[in-house]
């Protein structure tokens, strides 16, 4: 307990200027959060989580119980304010630095990157350490002029090495008491399968990303033959709204408007059908247009329909496909199912649209 600590006067006078100065701390633990989540906010970037905490007397009290000797005054010691953010990727670590480097004002003499650290079991360690302050031209004003004075500790790290410190400690085997070889080389050991994955996560992300540009780049360059169906695929020729000249057309059968709805559920039916390639589904397209078009008009042309949704083009181009190629009743059930959830009434929906589309003109040819 922080009572049972006896410091010398020099450490007192020290607590002394912390409690007078604690609303300071306070004030600039509002500002220093804030300014860093609108900067990543607008940056779109994702992190994990974003924490920060004041040191507390107790905590202050120990810390100069056994160092109290280096510091001259309060304003020496760094870490009273301190903040960490966790990342999910390696290469976000660097990221974020970049951000803390243009908002703030950085004591680089006593800025620490663990990450340089390459003894064996240091990977809980590898955060990457910010002693900041707040930079002049961005906060004028005398109380900002109070708290520049103050400097503050931003750790970085991913959320993997957070773990690894926190289980660390846990264990702890820092602590000074000698642990077993056999439990070293254990720990040591599940230190580099944690480093691995955490390099392994960052090196998929980037190949994830490369596909996703080669994708849109085939796509938009119209070799739809060349691009296998998958969902990344499909999303991006999704994009190119490849139904819009069908569901127009069957829109203005009743000058109806049209409700776009996500159309990722119709993946799995144009698998169901055989498609392997984008260029697949453009020759349905393109081959059934017409068949689709005869089916929505049986569907709306009596009624006094306004407004259609998006998926009806792609749901009669399937109806009709399924329907030219033999599917018949039980392959319009499993359209419904696959669309709308198993229901008995999809078994009765694909009985009347088999018998109705016998009249219809590509029926018939």
Known sequence: MSDNIILDPHGEAIMEQYRSMYPQYARLAEIVPDQISNFINETGLRVCSMEHRI????????????????????????????????????????????????????????????????DIDSFGYMSLH???????????????SELRKIRFEIQIRTVLQHAWANMDHDTGYKSGVEVPK??????NRLAGMLELADEQF?????????????????VGSGKLEEVSLDAETF????????????????????????????LMPYL?????????????????????????????????????????????GPQDLCIAYILKKGGGKAGIRMLFDALNGESESNEILAEMLV???????????
């Open 268 to 312: 799995k039916v144009f698998k169901a059908m055989g498609c392997k390639t984008l260029g697949d589904i453009a020759d349905i397209i393109r081959d059934y247009s017409e068949a689709a078009y005869q089916v929505a008009c049986y569907q709306i042309g009596l009624t006094d329909l306004d407004i259609i949704s998006s998926s009806l």
């Open 130 to 144: 910010y002693i900041c302050r707040l930079p002049a031209g961005s906060f004028p004003g005398q109380e900002f």
């Open 355 to 365: 018998e109705q589309s016998r009249s219809l003109p590509f029926m018939n040819k």
């Open 55 to 118: 040191k507390t007397e107790e905590s202050l009290r120990g810390k100069l119980e056994l160092k109290g000797a280096k510091y001259h005054d309060i304003y020496d010691i760094t870490d009273i304010l301190g903040l960490r953010i966790i990342t999910f990727y390696i290469d976000d670590v660097d990221k974020v630095a970049s951000f803390i480097e243009r908002l703030f004002e950085i004591d680089w003499d006593n800025t620490v990157d663990k990450r340089k650290i390459h």
């Open 182 to 187: 056999e439990y070293m080389r254990n720990l």
């Open 235 to 262: 999303r991006s020729y999704l994009e190119m709204n490849p139904f819009s000249a069908l569901n127009h057309r069957i829109a203005a059968v009743n000058q109806a408007e049209i409700q776009q709805v996500p």
């Open 202 to 218: 960052s090196l998929i992300r980037t190949a994830i990303n490369d596909y996703r540009r080669r994708v849109h780049t085939l």
